[in-house]
T-cell receptor, first 111, second 113 residues
Framework: RKEVEQDPGPFNVPEGATVAFNCTYSNSASQSFFWYRQDCRKEPKLLMSVYSSGNEDGRFTAQLNRASQYISLLIRDSKLSDSATYLCVVRRSNQGGKLIFGQGTELSVKP | EAGVAQSPRYKIIEKRQSVAFWCNPISGHATLYWYQQILGQGPKLLIQFQNNGVVDDSQLPKDRFSAERLKGVDSTLKIQPAKLEDSAVYLC???????????FGPGTRLLVL
């Protein structure tokens, strides 16, 4: 079993739709949680950190449930420019900052 | 502020040949990472440096891969000899410290024929 698992998609949605991505992690020593965005043939870039209380950045909302070892990302009012692969990432407390990436969920927003 | 620089951007080699990748991190970043990203997967850490010392190389195939960061700034990753399954994007990332945000370079896309 992979340490970080995501639905690989692809998710094909119309502009303006709300889309949710789910992620589960298996190692309870995971300390920090992130969503990265990766455009086609580009490098990953940090989208947002994920906090236990939940956090929002404009149209993006991230949630963390430590008891269930579950992370989510909600995108409201999707734009064409949101089309990308979204990577769920965890960092363990005991491994010097090493990031563990999920396989990514591909999103395609259509006009 | 200049980002993480990598070269070459693309490389095509035949199996059993050697190849080297170069990375120049963001100025002042003590921590440097090399990741391998196979098509359809997320990046996987190969090796992590803190200044010029290795912090984690547990997933580096040491029989064929080597990396160095001699002066604690730029770094090279070498594959010798390459196998077909080494075809991937090799991403370099850097951060101020090992608990800080990692910034990725554009990657080197390797194709082994």
């Amino acid at each position: 079993r992979k340490e970080v698992e995501q639905d690989p998609g692809p998710f094909n949605v119309p502009e303006g739709a709300t889309v949710a991505f789910n992620c589960t992690y298996s190692n309870s020593a995971s300390q920090s949680f992130f969503w990265y965005r990766q455009d086609c043939r580009k490098e990953p870039k940090l989208l947002m950190s994920v906090y236990s209380s939940g956090n929002e950045d404009g149209r993006f909302t991230a949630q963390l449930n430590r008891a269930s070892q579950y992370i989510s990302l909600l995108i409201r009012d999707s734009k064409l420019s949101d089309s990308a692969t979204y990577l769920c990432v965890v960092r363990r407390s005991n491994q010097g900052g090493k990031l563990i990436f999920g396989q990514g969920t591909e999103l395609s927003v259509k006009p | 502020e200049a980002g993480v620089a990598q070269s070459p951007r693309y490389k095509i080699i035949e199996k059993r040949q050697s190849v080297a990748f170069w990375c120049n991190p963001i100025s002042g970043h003590a921590t440097l990472y090399w990741y391998q990203q196979i098509l359809g997967q997320g990046p996987k850490l190969l090796i992590q440096f803190q200044n010029n010392g290795v912090v984690d190389d547990s997933q580096l195939p040491k029989d064929r891969f080597s990396a160095e960061r001699l002066k604690g700034v730029d770094s090279t990753l070498k594959i010798q000899p390459a196998k077909l399954e080494d075809s991937a994007v090799y991403l370099c990332a850097s951060s101020l410290g090992n608990q800080e945000t990692q910034y990725f370079g554009p990657g080197t896309r390797l194709l082994v024929l």
